[in-house]
Nanobody
Framework: QVQLVESGGELVQSGGSLRLSCVAS?????????MGWYRQAPGKQRELVAI???????DYADSVKGRFDISRDYTKNTVYLQMSSLKPEDTAVYYC??????????????WGQGTQVTVSS
């Protein structure tokens, strides 16, 4: 069982910056091999923003490449999303995501409660 708690969302002006944080807790957090961020705007599908794989690469949606940076602090069980050059199109609820890998082949997915990011013109 894993719990994810996001923070950092707020209203910012176009061109501004924000940093989102997500802290993972639970008995199996050592088994997390992916952490990242999704977002969902009203009336739209939830979409992947950025994913970090332990010991491997990071992946970004094309719409945020060059503007968003994902990073992890393994000692604090925390993943961050540094967002810059924000656009109104980035307005959405941002959800933290984690995937656990157990016994090499068993996977579990967890979601945070979401944090609202609003970018004004």
């Amino acid at each position: 069982q894993v719990q994810l708690v996001e923070s950092g969302g707020e209203l910012v002006q176009s061109g501004g910056s924000l940093r989102l944080s997500c802290v993972a807790s639970g008995n199996n957090i050592a088994e997390i091999n992916k952490m990242g961020w999704y977002r969902q705007a009203p009336g739209k599908q939830r979409e992947l923003v950025a994913i970090s794989t332990t010991g491997s690469i990071v992946d970004y949606a094309d719409s945020v490449k060059g503007r968003f940076d994902i990073s992890r602090d393994y000692t604090k069980n925390t993943v961050y999303l540094q967002m810059s050059s924000l656009k109104p199109e980035d307005t959405a609820v941002y959800y933290c995501y984690a995937r656990l890998r157990l016994r090499h082949t068993i996977f579990y997915e967890y979601w945070g409660q979401g944090t609202q990011v609003t970018v004004s013109s």
